[in-house]
């Protein structure tokens, strides 16, 4: 029975293959172990927007690298009774996805049915409706319904990021989806902008701005675009990062000495300083349960990733490997985290379990920072260089699928991955 889904669908995922109208034009690199082949017919009823919706769902599935296109040509079936199941297996299809698609009164509806190839049955049916302006929400949506029934694990192509734009003389904030289209520039201005970050409802985002002569933090709501400076004390303010029932930002001043961390309420209330190493204490993460927080610390001589109570208390050193390493951010199911290693004068990205230690590299090396997962754990978005500018980049997290994401001018730097909402 299809399932009626309506409202405000899809904020993001990735990034598109070769799209020249988007914010980011993508390369992917490499393709995961095992790949599923699918056909994808384009949807019937309003054709050109059915092809529109199709593009959508096959450039989210191909990003992946988990998926096989299968060539539909000379096949037009929309209803599951249209289907010859023996033709598709012939072409070599495991899956196919079919349906129909209109626009009444401001409307579209899509109605879309994902089959099994092999045992002649459907997997999954829905019926999805947003507003006219929502053609790639739609396809976003889509492209998750699949992914989830193919592998699954939950799909991201709805989800949104963050990053900053550096040009000659200005730095811009961008929210994005995650195919680099429906960009909103968030803040624009001649002052360096940093470390972005979402709340856990994905309404607002905390950075750093230095427009006040310093580093101090901002807290600013997406739906108003209201900011205010929540921390700008003396000397510097960074790294602000949210707490995952959103009443908390941890931060990092240098107020008293060195750089400490401090915890604070979004409006800027109820400053409270809970790290006393001495030593420089840097980039806080919480756990996904709140009870933790990884940060980079020099305590023991290098730049390392660290754990303490997210309230304060005794710290406990994590990575021991050669070379530096720094912004950690845990996976959303809290058992590993991943992090930048500085070795041989090349920064890696690379996770490491937090049950048993073991540390595995994804990347081949370069500059390469800032790490953060996606809400669903199977990709990691970070910064990086490329033909001599700085480029956001994505890495699944068994290293065998890599993605460059170009902006069309500009630098692109300090990527962070939004909620799933």
Same mark, same amino acid.
């Given at each position: 029975?299809?399932?009626?889904?309506?409202?405000?669908?899809?904020?993001? $995922?990735?990034?598109?293959?070769?799209?020249?109208?988007?914010?980011?034009?993508?390369?992917?690199?490499?393709?995961?172990?095992?790949?599923?082949?699918?056909?994808?017919?384009?949807?019937?009823?309003?054709?050109?927007?059915?092809?529109?919706?199709?593009?959508?769902?096959?450039?989210?599935?191909?990003?992946?690298?988990?998926?096989?296109?299968?060539?539909?040509?000379?096949?037009?079936?929309?209803?599951?009774?249209?289907?010859?199941?023996?033709?598709?297996?012939?072409?070599?299809?495991?899956?196919?996805?079919?349906?129909?698609?209109?626009?009444?009164?401001?409307?579209?509806?899509?109605?879309?049915?994902?089959?099994?190839?092999?045992?002649?049955a459907q997997l999954v049916?829905?019926a999805v409706s947003a507003?006219?302006?929502? $053609?790639?929400?739609?396809?976003?949506?889509?492209?998750?319904?699949?992914?989830?029934?193919?592998?699954?694990?939950?799909?991201?192509?709805?989800?949104?990021?963050?990053?900053?734009?550096?040009?000659?003389?200005?730095?811009?904030?961008?929210?994005?989806?995650?195919?680099?289209?429906?960009?909103?520039?968030?803040?624009?201005?001649?002052?360096?902008?940093?470390?972005?970050?979402?709340?856990?409802?994905?309404?607002?985002?905390?950075?750093?701005?230095?427009?006040?002569?310093?580093?101090?933090? *901002?807290?600013?709501?997406?739906?108003?675009?209201?900011?205010? @400076?929540?921390?700008?004390?003396?000397?510097?303010?960074?790294?602000?990062?949210?707490?995952?029932?959103?009443?908390?930002?941890?931060?990092? $001043?240098?107020?008293?000495?060195?750089?400490?961390?401090?915890?604070?309420?979004?409006?800027?209330?109820?400053?409270?300083?809970?790290?006393?190493?001495?030593?420089?204490?840097?980039?806080?993460?919480?756990?996904?349960?709140?009870?933790?927080?990884? *940060?980079?610390?020099d305590q023991g001589g290098?730049?390392?990733?660290?754990?303490?109570? @997210?309230?304060?208390?005794?710290?406990?050193?994590?990575? *021991?490997?050669?070379?530096?390493?720094?912004?950690?951010?845990?996976?959303?199911?809290?058992?590993?985290?991943?992090?930048?290693?500085?070795?041989?004068?090349?920064?890696?990205?690379?996770?490491?379990?937090?049950?048993?230690?073991?540390?595995?590299?994804?990347?081949?090396?370069?500059?390469?920072?800032?790490?953060?997962?996606?809400?669903?754990?199977?990709?990691?978005? *970070?910064?990086?260089? @490329?033909?001599?500018?700085?480029?956001? @980049?994505?890495?699944?997290?068994?290293?065998?699928?890599?993605?460059?994401?170009?902006?069309?001018?500009?630098?692109?730097?300090?990527?962070?991955?939004?909620?799933?909402?």
């Amino acid at each position: 029975m299809l399932k009626v889904l309506s409202g405000m669908l899809g904020l993001l $995922m990735l990034a598109h293959c070769a799209v020249s109208s988007a914010a980011l034009s993508i390369e992917i690199i490499g393709a995961g172990e095992h790949q599923i082949p699918i056909s994808l017919v384009p949807m019937g009823g309003d054709e050109k927007l059915g092809a529109q919706i199709n593009d959508v769902v096959t450039s989210d599935l191909t990003r992946t690298g988990l998926f096989r296109m299968v060539d539909t040509t000379g096949q037009s079936p929309h209803e599951t009774a249209d289907v010859n199941f023996n033709n598709w297996q012939l072409r070599g299809a495991d899956a196919l996805g079919i349906g129909n698609v209109s626009v009444q009164n401001g409307r579209i509806d899509a109605r879309f049915r994902l089959l099994d190839v092999v045992k002649h049955a459907q997997l999954v049916g829905e019926a999805v409706s947003a507003n006219e302006n929502q $053609m790639r929400a739609v396809g976003h949506r889509i492209a998750d319904l699949i992914y989830e029934k193919l592998t699954g694990d939950k799909g991201v192509f709805s989800t949104r990021i963050v990053y900053v734009n550096r040009q000659t003389r200005s730095y811009s904030l961008i929210v994005a989806d995650s195919d680099g289209y429906n960009e909103q520039v968030v803040l624009r201005q001649k002052d360096p902008i940093m470390s972005p970050a979402w709340s856990p409802d994905g309404s607002q985002l905390a950075y750093v701005s230095f427009e006040t002569g310093h580093a101090a933090v *901002f807290v600013q709501s997406l739906l108003t675009n209201r900011r205010k @400076a929540v921390a700008d004390f003396p000397g510097s303010n960074s790294a602000p990062a949210w707490s995952p029932d959103g009443k908390q930002l941890a931060i990092v $001043m240098t107020h008293d000495g060195s750089s400490q961390i401090y915890l604070l309420h979004p409006d800027g209330t109820g400053l409270r300083r809970i790290s006393f190493s001495g030593a420089i204490d840097t980039e806080p993460n919480f756990s996904p349960d709140g009870q933790s927080l990884l *940060f980079t610390s020099d305590q023991g001589g290098s730049p390392q990733i660290y754990m303490m109570p @997210a309230q304060g208390g005794a710290a406990q050193r994590l990575t *021991f490997d050669d070379g530096n390493c720094f912004s950690p951010r845990y996976s959303p199911d809290g058992k590993s985290f991943v992090f930048a290693h500085l070795i041989g004068g090349q920064f890696y990205i690379a996770v490491q379990d937090l049950q048993n230690g073991q540390m595995q590299t994804l990347t081949t090396g370069g500059w390469e920072r800032k790490p953060s997962f996606a809400p669903n754990g199977k990709i990691i978005l *970070f910064a990086s260089e @490329a033909r001599g500018r700085g480029i956001l @980049a994505t890495v699944s997290s068994d290293g065998r699928v890599q993605q460059h994401m170009f902006t069309q001018s500009g630098d692109a730097r300090e990527p962070v991955w939004g909620p799933q909402l």
